[in-house]
């Protein structure tokens, strides 16, 4: 199932606005809470260098694009509503915002870096709300949700496990199973905090948060878009930021939305993630419209090098969860699929996936009937245990042809 990433955040921090220009779609954009009061789940795309140059082709892509030898594949990204502190209780859009981020695979936390919105997304003097205080709250309100879902079933695992000697592992997994915990997760939460999982009526109310912490932050990794960086306190509490051990990511979601709309409009060209822009000379732009472009040239491009936008996208996708980008291609040698388009596919999968598990992916049939792949760079035949690396083109070979 294709990895989604949420967009997550207290109220009017600039997720719609992130969220608007990731996937340029039309969603309430305004200045003031829960603007964003229904899911919203839209196509963004994660950028990555074509391997059409390499190969010195010219690619015809299907599922995904290319803009100048920049690949351009397509991911969910999900527009979560906004959180106040007890969402876990119920506070605010608690459930709402709780059912939502279940279905993310990792976390965007947009942060208002300028602290000019308080602890509830009321708007507040810049500078005067610490985002620190964001982070950690953010992070307690997950933590407190998992808990609550973990305690539900606690007494009774308790006694399975202790009366009738059974394996905490596989209950737990049974029963965290909503929040995508599977085995390996409880197995390194046990390494990580050392508790006795023979023994579990012996851990406190701080043993068991520090093991929910522990399954929280390997199953729904997150990274920091340290958002409003054009308000001029942000810059300054970005270093208090990155002394949390989060990655972070500074980031002006308003710029990135107002250049992909002038691109949209033909006014310049610009891909996002780039460092800079190019206005068209056919088209010239509004004296404000220059202005606004100029401040965001001088407040946002120059000093950070890109809006943080894209960059946040493929952080989440490339490090967080860790996917790759493979192109599947039938022709060996023209890099060709069997209409004769060039490079027509990128497909993102997570690291570790083996040929052969690549094959089912694209068809059931090329799995069933695999004969081998071909590592196509290298021109290598490789088995079906091989292990896919980023920027592969794999043509597979089987006996058994789809159509
Ligand atoms: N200066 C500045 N303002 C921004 C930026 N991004 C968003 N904003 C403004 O912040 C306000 C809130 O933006 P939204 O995108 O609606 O915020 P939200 O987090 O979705 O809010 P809720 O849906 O209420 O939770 C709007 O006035 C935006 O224009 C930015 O990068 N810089
Ligand atoms: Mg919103």
Same mark, same amino acid.
């Given at each position: 199932?294709?990895?989604?990433? +949420?967009?997550?955040?207290? %109220?009017?921090?600039? /997720?719609?606005?992130?969220?608007?220009?990731?996937?340029?779609?039309?969603?309430?954009?305004?200045?003031? #809470?829960?603007t964003?009061? /229904? %899911?919203? *789940?839209?196509?963004?795309?994660?950028?990555? #260098?074509?391997?059409c140059s390499?190969?010195?082709?010219?690619?015809?892509? +299907?599922?995904?694009?290319?803009?100048?030898g920049?690949?351009?594949?397509?991911?969910?990204?999900?527009?979560?509503?906004?959180?106040?502190?007890?969402?876990?209780?119920?506070?605010?859009?608690?459930?709402?915002?709780?059912?939502? *981020?279940?279905?993310?695979?990792?976390?965007?936390?947009?942060?208002?870096?300028a602290?000019?919105?308080?602890?509830? +997304?009321?708007?507040?003097?810049?500078?005067?709300?610490?985002?620190h205080?964001?982070?950690?709250?953010?992070?307690?309100?997950?933590?407190?949700?998992?808990l609550?879902?973990? !305690?539900?079933?606690?007494?009774?695992?308790?006694?399975?496990?202790?009366?009738?000697?059974?394996?905490?592992v596989?209950?737990?997994?049974?029963k965290l199973?909503?929040?995508?915990i599977?085995k390996?997760?409880?197995?390194?939460?046990?390494?990580?905090?050392?508790?006795?999982l023979?023994?579990p009526?012996?851990?406190?109310?701080?043993?068991?948060?520090?093991?929910?912490?522990?399954?929280?932050?390997?199953? $729904? %990794?997150?990274?920091?878009?340290?958002?409003?960086?054009?308000?001029?306190?942000?810059? $300054?509490?970005?270093?208090?930021?990155?002394?949390?051990?989060?990655?972070?990511?500074?980031?002006?979601?308003?710029?990135?939305?107002?250049?992909?709309?002038?691109?949209?409009?033909?006014?310049?060209?610009?891909?996002?993630?780039?460092?800079s822009?190019?206005?068209?000379?056919?088209?010239?732009?509004?004296?404000?419209?220059?202005?606004?472009?100029?401040?965001?040239?001088? !407040?946002?491009?120059i #000093?950070?090098?890109?809006?943080?936008?894209?960059?946040?996208?493929?952080?989440?996708?490339?490090?967080?969860?860790?996917?790759?980008?493979?192109?599947?291609?039938?022709?060996?040698?023209?890099?060709?699929?069997? $209409?004769?388009?060039?490079?027509?596919?990128?497909?993102?999968? #997570?690291? +570790?996936?083996?040929?052969?598990?690549?094959?089912?992916?694209?068809?059931?049939?090329?799995?069933?009937?695999?004969?081998?792949?071909?590592?196509?760079?290298?021109k290598?035949?490789?088995?079906?245990?091989?292990?896919? /690396?980023?920027?592969?083109? *794999?043509s597979?070979?089987?006996?058994k !042809?789809?159509?």
């Amino acid at each position: 199932m294709a990895r989604k990433v +949420g967009v997550v955040g207290k %109220p009017n921090v600039g /997720k719609s606005t992130f969220f608007s220009a990731a996937t340029l779609a039309h969603v309430a954009i305004a200045n003031y #809470p829960f603007t964003t009061i /229904k %899911p919203n *789940i839209g196509m963004g795309y994660v950028r990555t #260098p074509c391997v059409c140059s390499e190969f010195n082709v010219t690619d015809s892509p +299907g599922n995904s694009t290319c803009v100048n030898g920049t690949r351009l594949v397509p991911v969910e990204i999900v527009d979560c509503a906004g959180l106040v502190p007890g969402a876990w209780e119920g506070r605010g859009l608690g459930n709402q915002f709780l059912d939502e *981020i279940r279905q993310a695979d990792a976390l965007i936390h947009v942060v208002d870096a300028a602290g000019s919105t308080d602890s509830e +997304g009321r708007p507040c003097t810049p500078g005067s709300h610490n985002p620190h205080d964001d982070v950690t709250f953010l992070e307690h309100e997950l933590d407190m949700w998992y808990l609550q879902i973990l !305690k539900k079933e606690w007494d009774r695992a308790v006694r399975r496990v202790e009366g009738a000697k059974e394996d905490l592992v596989p209950i737990l997994e049974d029963k965290l199973s909503g929040l995508g915990i599977r085995k390996k997760h409880l197995l390194l939460a046990k390494t990580k905090t050392g508790l006795n999982l023979e023994k579990p009526s012996a851990w406190s109310e701080n043993d068991l948060l520090r093991f929910v912490t522990e399954l929280r932050t390997q199953t $729904k %990794p997150l990274l920091l878009a340290a958002n409003k960086i054009d308000v001029p306190p942000a810059e $300054k509490n970005l270093e208090a930021l990155r002394a949390l051990g989060r990655m972070v990511v500074p980031c002006c979601a308003e710029a990135e939305l107002a250049l992909r709309r002038a691109a949209e409009k033909g006014m310049l060209s610009y891909v996002p993630g780039d460092g800079s822009f190019k206005l068209d000379e056919r088209n010239k732009p509004s004296e404000s419209q220059a202005n606004a472009l100029t401040r965001i040239e001088e !407040k946002v491009l120059i #000093p950070f090098g890109s809006t943080g936008v894209q960059d946040s996208l493929n952080l989440a996708f490339f490090k967080l969860l860790q996917m790759i980008t493979v192109y599947p291609v039938e022709d060996p040698e023209k890099l060709t699929d069997h $209409k004769g388009r060039v490079l027509p596919d990128a497909y993102l999968v #997570p690291y +570790g996936t083996t040929a052969k598990e690549f094959a089912a992916m694209i068809h059931s049939d090329l799995a069933e009937g695999f004969l081998y792949a071909t590592e196509v760079r290298s021109k290598m035949r490789v088995a079906d245990d091989y292990v896919l /690396k980023d920027r592969d083109v *794999i043509s597979i070979a089987s006996a058994k !042809k789809h159509a």
